[in-house]
């Protein structure tokens, strides 16, 4: 079973308003944290925000938030008034407690999101 | 500016060359990664470092081969590589391998073999 589930391969937003990017993940672990990066065309991925499963309020950053709930094991990201800056492809991750000696970290297949002028 | 440089960030070989990449970190972060990925997919880890010593190689062919030689830096050298090699070759590191630690990631090295 895939551990981090992006149900979106591409979203369309108008410039200045908010978007939502999905991401529900699997684990059985009580302890893991989640994160979200940001990949523009040029290549580099860009760690946006991060939640950690204990944590009690949603994060966020800037124009950045992370929807949190953590009983239906979703973490979207909202980012509000969109800019055209924010076109790039979007990775949900997930990073396990039982892994931690490991360093691995599990990615979703990404959404493509394109912001219109 | 990325704070992990990469070198170089393009690079062309043929299948019998020996070429290496390399990761340069100064953020005093105690794990590097490897990661390769092809256009649109999420990004493959290959390798992870945890103070100096390889924790991770996740099934990678023996024509790549890592290399830390201090906390700094990480090498990947490459030698007889196929076609179905050519990808994105991303280098990250944390600050430690905890579930709350974030990666930094360079620019990556776009590779092409011929």
């Known amino acids: 079973a895939q551990k981090i589930t992006q149900t979106q391969p591409g979203m369309f937003v108008q410039e200045k308003e908010a978007v939502t990017l999905d991401c529900t993940y699997d684990?059985?672990?009580?302890?893991?944290?989640l994160f979200w990066y940001k990949q523009p065309s040029s290549g580099e991925m860009i760690f946006l925000i991060y939640?950690?499963?204990?944590?009690?309020q949603n994060a966020t950053e800037g124009r950045y938030s992370l929807n949190f709930q953590k009983a239906r094991k979703s973490a979207n990201l909202v980012i509000s008034a969109s800019q055209l800056g924010d076109s790039a492809m979007y990775f949900c991750a997930m990073r396990e407690e039982s892994d931690t000696n490991a360093g691995k970290s599990t990615f979703g297949d990404g959404t493509t999101l394109t912001v219109k002028p | 500016d990325t704070e992990v440089t990469q070198t170089p960030k393009h690079l062309v070989m043929g299948m019998t060359n020996k070429k290496s990449l390399k990761c340069e970190q100064h953020?005093?972060?105690?794990?590097m990664y490897w990661y390769k990925q092809k256009a649109k997919k999420p990004p493959e880890l290959m390798f992870v470092y945890s103070y100096e010593k390889l924790s991770i190689n996740e099934s990678v062919p023996s024509r790549f081969s890592p290399e830390c030689p201090n906390s700094s830096l990480l090498n990947l050298h490459l030698h007889a590589l196929q076609p179905e090699d050519s990808a994105l070759y991303l280098c990250?590191?944390?600050?430690?391998?905890?579930?709350?630690?974030?990666?930094?990631f360079g620019d990556g090295t776009r590779l092409s073999i011929l």
């Open positions: 939640q950690g499963s204990y944590d009690q």
């Open positions: 953020m005093g972060h105690r794990a």
């Open positions: 990250a590191s944390s600050q430690a391998t905890g579930r709350h630690q974030p990666q930094h």
């Open positions: 684990t059985s672990d009580p302890s893991y944290g």
